[in-house]
């Protein structure tokens, strides 16, 4: 059950907070303000969109080959969320949600993989203890023999 759960609270909140900026920056840039609400239909359409990308599970490397399938289904649900949730205009709605669509699945299942994926224990190996310095490492150098041994002539 976490397998389903975590993935889609990671999904959620990262296309909250893309389809809050997307929404509120697209709607005053295109039509001066944002419509009424948009906070709770951003919760709304983000809530429909982490769904699929849960179920989907859209990666770069398989969004248009393998799943290419999968794929078409996430354009249609973007497009409807983007035009009868958010409520863009449809051409503004195509534009801007499929290229959201292109953007964050894959960024955020990346986020999913690196979050999920088990982490591999590494093993430290300690090399022994180092041997003790012979000699002061800048002081003169210490005589090779001690001071009370007899000379050689």
């Known amino acids: 059950m976490v397998a389903l759960i975590l993935p889609f609270a990671i999904y959620y909140l990262v ?12 709607q005053d840039a295109l ?3 944002p419509t009424p609400g948009f906070a709770w239909k951003v ?8 769904a699929m990308l849960t179920w989907t ?9 393998d799943d290419f399938g999968k794929t078409a289904l996430q ?9 009868l949730i ?19 699945t894959g960024l955020a299942t990346m986020g999913v993989d690196s979050m999920m994926s088990p982490r591999p224990t ?9 041997p003790p310095i012979r000699r002061p490492a800048y002081g003169a150098p210490q005589p090779s023999k ?7 002539k």
């Open 122 to 130: 590494e093993r430290f190996e300690t090399k022994g203890i180092a």
């Open 57 to 65: 599970h859209s990666s770069f490397a398989t969004m248009f080959t």
């Open 15 to 26: 296309l909250y907070v893309v389809c809050f900026l997307v929404v509120s920056q697209g």
């Open 86 to 104: 958010f409520r863009f205009h449809p051409w503004h709605g195509a534009g801007i949600g499929l290229a959201t669509m292109l953007i964050v």
């Open 43 to 50: 919760a709304l359409g983000s809530f429909l969109l982490a």
């Open 75 to 83: 354009a249609i649900l973007w497009f409807g969320v983007f035009v």
């Open 31 to 33: 039509y001066d303000e």
């Open 146 to 152: 001690p001071a009370g041994a007899p000379v050689a």
